[in-house]
């Protein structure tokens, strides 16, 4: 089976323009997370989902980052008006619980935004 | 300010040699987990620690998570340059699956 797939794998875009990146779960994954990561440091948790409901996103650094998850699989991290400070690789996770018991998060390969 | 410290966070040995990395927190963790990721890719998972004291092998890798649940180490027996990675911990507090990393300790095995 495919694990986690995040397209685009590269994103260049120019300051003030609005980026959307996508993920796909595991198939049957409830949960799905969205995380940001620089260069040789830990992933920077931003928001979760599970199922289709955003649970947490207390991550999110301002109003300019949303997240939806709309049929409870796909999942799409939008930017809008886009920073310099905002280039970073994006990485994507999801397990197959909801909550209590841990569940293991797989991860994706990630999309590295570059904002000029 | 960093939830959870990981140290060192770089480190460079021969291959045979031992090591230890270490993470901790001032804060409770339900469990707590370390990955290993290389470049170009995501994170993937070694372990995770559940009890106060708990000690797991994974091979050469022994974990341990601290009694009071708020620090984990890993200790690597004769290093081999297939361990060179990035090795992440991660926590979660419990109920919400909200994983916090640490910073990462980049380890480098000279052949």
């Known amino acids: 089976g495919a694990g986690v797939s995040q397209s685009p794998r590269y994103k260049v875009t120019k300051r003030g323009q609005d980026v959307a990146l996508r993920c796909d779960p595991i198939?049957?994954?409830?949960?799905l997370y969205w995380y940001r990561q620089a260069l040789g440091q830990g992933p920077e948790f931003l928001t979760y989902f599970n199922y289709e409901a955003q649970q947490d996103k207390s991550g999110l650094p301002n109003d300019r980052f949303s997240a939806e998850r709309p049929e409870g699989s796909i999942s799409t991290l939008t930017i809008q008006r886009t920073e310099q400070r905002d280039s970073a690789m994006y990485r994507c996770a999801s397990s197959s619980g909801q909550g209590g018991v841990y569940n293991e998060q797989f991860f994706g390969p990630g999309t590295r935004l570059t904002v000029l | 300010t960093q939830l959870l410290e990981q140290s060192p966070q770089f480190l460079s040995i021969q291959e045979g040699e031992n090591l230890t990395v270490y993470c901790n927190s001032s804060?409770?963790?339900?469990?707590l987990q370390w990955y290993r990721q290389e470049p170009g890719e995501g994170p993937v998972l070694l372990v995770t620690?559940?009890?106060?004291?708990e000690v797991k092998k994974l091979k050469r890798l022994t974990f341990q998570f601290g009694d009071a649940r708020k620090d984990s180490s890993l200790h690597i027996t004769a290093a081999q340059p297939g361990d060179t990675g990035l090795y992440l911990c991660?926590?979660?507090?419990?109920?919400?699956?909200?994983?916090?990393f640490g910073q990462g300790t980049r380890l480098t095995i000279n052949p």
């Open positions: 620690v559940v009890t106060g004291g």
């Open positions: 198939s049957g994954h409830v949960s």
């Open positions: 804060s409770v963790f339900s469990s």
């Open positions: 991660a926590g979660d507090k419990g109920g919400a699956q909200k994983l916090v």
